[in-house]
Structures are given as C-alpha cells and as structure tokens.
C-alpha cells in the first residue's frame, strides 16, 4: 500500500491536452499542521493565465485536480493558497507549463530526414536468421498432449463414477490417501 504522503511539498501541473490540464501535489508535515483541522485554512488552487485568475476550492486531503476547458497555447502558472487573518499565504507553486497547440504549426521552416531502408541480412556467417516454426514438431506436441489430457479425464470420470455407490467425493488416490464423505 503507498503512504498517505511522502512528506515533502510538491506540485506538479501537467498537460493532458490542448484543453486540459492535470495537477497533482503533496504536503510535508509541518505544511500539513498548517492546514490540517482548520476550515478557514482550506487549500485553494489558483490558475492563472496572463492576468486572470481562477480559484479552485479543494478539500484538505484532495492530492490532484484536472483543470478542463482552458484555452490552447496559453501559459498557465499554479498556486497552492490559503487565508489567513485575511492575507494570501501562498504554501507551494508549480512551474509554469503552456498548453499546447490545437493545430499543427504553421511553422514553414523545417528539414527532414532521409533514410534508405536496408533489407536485414538473412543469415551471419553459418547462422540462419530466419525462424520457421517446426509445424510438424509442434501439431504432435500439442496433438500427444491433449491425447494424454483426454485420457487423463476419463481415468478421473472412471474414477469417480466408481466410488459414487459407495457415498465419497472420490477414490483415495485423488483424496490424497485419505477419504473424503459427502456432506
């Protein structure tokens, strides 16, 4: 099982796509008895992007958020907050990340690179790389195997069939020796 926390302050945004954005984060202990068993000290997630601002309310022991609907190509910035006797105390920031683009670039200035497939070497020196499976070898594995796995059932359903006058679940070489009664 993985611990509550790792006892350091962490927050880490994240891109999921050009809309999306994902948070996740961790308390160290003297962060967490800051903010622990006081409601006026609730943790508040402050997006921002240029010069707005988003406040995002989270409960104490919330460890990520997704942010959806933001705007492609943007800059965001993320805050961990929280008030006290009315101030802003700001407990852990992200660095910031830019969503990307919702289109291709327009960007006409590129190169691309070349290359020529070559055909790999069938064999090195006397070795054969090229696998074929043995057909023949493998159709009578598996037909020997299920040959002995059928009669392995029946010597079992004999088995059975035979003690069922006699009231046991079955003979005592399947029981382990000892027999077994129905209940």
């Not at 493998?138 to 029946?154: H, K, T």
């Not at 020796?177 to 129905?182: L, M």
């Amino acid at each position: 099982m993985l611990p509550f926390s790792y006892d350091e302050d962490k927050l880490v945004l994240l891109p999921v796509n050009p809309n999306t954005l994902f948070a996740f984060w961790d308390y160290s202990t003297k962060t967490w008895d800051r903010i622990a068993g006081d409601s006026s000290k609730s943790p508040i997630l402050v997006l921002s992007c240029d010069a707005n601002e988003r406040h995002f309310g989270v409960e104490p022991h919330t460890k990520s958020y997704y942010f959806k609907g933001l705007r492609s190509n943007n800059k965001y910035e993320l805050s961990i907050v929280y008030h006290k006797n009315g101030e802003r105390v700001t407990l852990m920031s992200a660095r910031p990340i830019t969503t990307p683009a919702d289109r291709p670039s327009s960007n006409k200035h590129f190169e691309t690179v070349k290359f020529s497939f070559v055909e790999p070497p069938k064999t090195i020196g006397k070795v054969n790389l090229q696998w074929e499976p043995p057909v023949e070898h493998f159709e009578e594995r598996v037909n020997g195997a299920s040959d002995q796995a059928s009669s392995g059932q029946q010597d079992l359903s004999k088995n059975l069939s035979s003690d069922s006058s006699s009231g046991t679940l079955g003979s005592s070489e399947m029981s382990g020796g000892k027999e077994q009664k129905n209940v």
